[in-house]
């Protein structure tokens, strides 16, 4: 078991070096094998750990090779974890995963970087299978870099564009303000516990009760949840997943709806038993994710950009799983995550396929009538509408009214926002699927030449639909009269080390509440359905009736440019201000030019007595010794 847990994480770091160091001489289906090869072997061996966990001890296999880190206090070992919660995950960066690099083949063929892609994408799965089967919390910062390492050079992928770069470099520098964050969580937990291995920290806070005030629990765990922040797109620093559009669409699939948005819920819930000890973060983690919830979901109801709409719905669904672990259901909110998996990658890759069949054009008004021409893209982008509208019977709607209900039951005003967010979540999907696929062509020659995409791009988008169904019913919640059979399965990872489970429910009225938000979901939807139906006209109209709001929103509150006139504008004057005065006067100027300047001015001068004539010479030697003498004789 000990080399095959290895060979999980490791063989797409394998197709990531053949790539990356032969990918131009093994050509384009020698690549292909390769990529989408190793992740699906990793599948397959992730499969085989998570059986194997199931049948373990506490269902928990552990896997130590050797000593990391070794100084002073600090003794990191370097060893990977399959328990419920991390081997739930693994199976969703691998199966997801090898869904999307198989999609990818279709979608980048023809692209000149096509190695170059494949190269990024394995690495970016080895990185995030270090993330979520690192024993430690360093093993897991290295996995965490890396994804925002590799995510930077995914979104930047068009590097000879201008917008591409610009949108890489703000996802990398958004990310280092949460994972200093990370840091600082790290350094108070050491100093405390005097241990990063998970498994040790968690045995040490079992026995710990609640924190009653702020202390250094609650001051960890809100520097952990800065870096969740910054890695699960939440306010305030939620701005780079919106541009992160810019790279191609399946890194839009897999980065920002699959895996990588959502390692912060998933480093809280690696933590939970951590996290429960601090009320104060609880509150403040339910708070941001209620408002990040309403926040980018109201963004959403404007935007004419495809792939910016879903960008908007991501940071919008992030916000519920956020939100449901304020409310202290960790296990409702990687339910969530589960799902949401499923049904924001077909989305995503959807989008692509529609992007691809309307030569590259990403406007929805100028998409219509395409049910037609691509069928099996629109039945499949209908089934994820449904599951991420939360229709009955459909994935989301079991994990969004689990939400919910925890969230009333922490406090109503945030499930009147959570409700809220499903609201505009139905309002914006039905009028992205109303542009795309229903009333006349608004670009007929784009129309006309519009077709199905290959099956590798296809296939992806049934398998994805499929679990978009039915992975719901892995997790009916007990007041919907199930058993949440997602919650006992993850109870040992939630809870590990605690000498005192507890995540119970409370009594409520979780079905009138179901009913409640479902019937203004439906509403809502309908709504935005009938209003983009036949083309843009009334919409349009409404528009102009609430011209400010509709600035407002499409230009995103506005956010982009008080960052930009408030923040990089004063630090963009300040380095100008070091350069010229700091570099230009004082270090060049003053420490190099100015002793160049005086040394050429004296050589100068000097210069001046060197006529060549010896009777000159002899004349100011002659005059030195009489100078010479009469200050000695004087």
């Not at 806070?205 to 939440?234: D, N, R, W, Y």
């Not at 994935?395 to 009214?401: A, E, I, M, R, V």
């Not at 925890?406 to 109303?434: D, E, K, N, Q």
Request: hydrophobic content about 55%; charged content about 10%; proline content about 4%.
């Amino acid at each position: 078991m000990h080399m095959t847990t290895w060979l999980i994480p490791l063989l797409p770091l394998f197709g990531a070096a053949i790539i990356g160091l032969l990918g131009r001489k093994l050509g384009r289906i020698a690549v292909s094998v390769i990529g989408v090869g190793v992740v699906l072997l990793a599948f397959a061996f992730t499969l085989r750990a998570f059986v194997l966990a199931g049948s373990a001890p506490d269902h928990r296999l552990a896997s130590c090779s050797f000593t990391w880190m070794s100084t002073g206090n600090l003794s990191v070992p370097m060893g990977l974890v399959f328990d419920p919660l991390s081997s739930l995950m693994a199976l969703v960066v691998t199966g997801i995963g090898a869904l999307i690099h198989l999609y990818s083949v279709g979608y980048m063929w023809e692209e000149e970087g096509f190695a170059r892609y494949f190269a990024y994408l394995n690495l970016f799965i080895f990185f995030m299978l270090c993330l979520v089967l690192g024993n430690s919390l360093p093993l897991l910062f290295v996995g965490w870099e890396g994804v925002g390492l590799c995510s930077y050079l995914l979104i930047g992928y068009y590097f000879e564009t201008d917008y591409a770069p610009a949108a890489g470099l703000k996802a990398f520098l958004t990310n280092r303000v949460g994972d200093l964050g990370v840091l600082i969580g790290m350094m108070a937990l050491f100093a405390h516990f005097g241990t990063l291995t998970i498994a040790e920290l968690l045995t040490k806070v079992g026995h710990l009760s609640p924190e009653v005030g702020f202390g250094i629990l609650s001051f960890a765990t809100l520097m952990l949840f800065v870096g969740a922040c910054g890695k699960s797109a939440q306010v305030p620093l939620y701005i780079w997943l919106p541009d992160a559009m810019a790279g191609p669409t399946p890194v839009s699939a897999l980065i920002h709806a699959a895996t990588m948005v959502t390692a912060g819920i998933f480093m809280v819930c690696r933590l939970a038993p951590l996290f429960q000890l601090a009320p104060i973060t609880l509150s403040v983690i339910a708070w941001v994710g209620g408002i990040t919830a309403l926040f980018a979901a109201t963004i959403g109801l404007v935007q004419r950009d495809i792939k910016k709409v879903l960008a908007y719905s991501t940071v919008s669904q992030l916000g519920y799983m956020v939100m449901a672990l304020g409310a202290g259901g960790f296990a409702a909110g990687f339910f969530h995550v589960f799902t949401h998996a499923w049904f924001k990658a077909l989305l995503f890759l959807g989008a692509g396929s529609v992007i691809m069949a309307m030569h590259h054009e990403q406007d929805l008004f100028r998409m219509g009538g395409l049910r037609a021409k691509l069928p099996i893209t629109f039945w499949t982008m209908l089934l994820a509408t449904l599951a991420i509208m939360g229709f009955p019977g459909f994935s989301g709607f079991f994990s969004k009214d689990e939400i919910l209900y925890l969230a009333y039951l922490r406090h109503p005003a945030l499930w009147v926002i959570g409700v809220a967010a499903a609201c505009c979540t139905s309002f914006y999907m039905w009028r992205l699927m109303a542009l795309t696929f229903w009333g006349e062509p608004r670009d007929p020659h784009a129309y006309e030449h519009a077709h199905e995409s290959p099956w590798t791009m296809t296939l992806p988008l049934v398998i994805l639909a499929v679990g978009s169904v039915v992975v719901g019913y892995l997790g009916v919640p007990e007041a919907f009269g199930g058993h949440f059979a997602i919650g006992r399965f993850l109870e040992p990872s939630l809870s590990f080390g605690q000498l005192h489970a507890h995540e119970g429910h409370h009594e409520g009225p979780a079905i009138l509440l179901a009913c409640i938000s479902t019937v203004l979901g439906l509403g809502f939807g309908l709504f935005g359905f009938l209003s983009y139906r036949s083309g843009t006209a009334l919409a349009e109209s409404r528009a102009a009736r609430f011209p400010t709001l509709h600035r407002i929103l499409l230009n995103k509150y506005y956010v982009d440019e008080g960052i930009e006139r408030g923040i990089l504008a004063p630090v963009r004057g300040l380095g100008r201000l070091l350069w010229q005065v700091g570099d230009v006067i004082i270090v060049d100027g003053i420490g190099v030019n100015l002793p160049a300047a005086l040394a050429r001015l004296g050589g100068e001068f000097l210069a001046l007595f060197q006529t060549g004539r010896v009777r000159n010479y002899t004349l100011g030697m002659v005059l030195g010794a009489l100078a010479i003498l009469w200050i000695f004789f004087k």
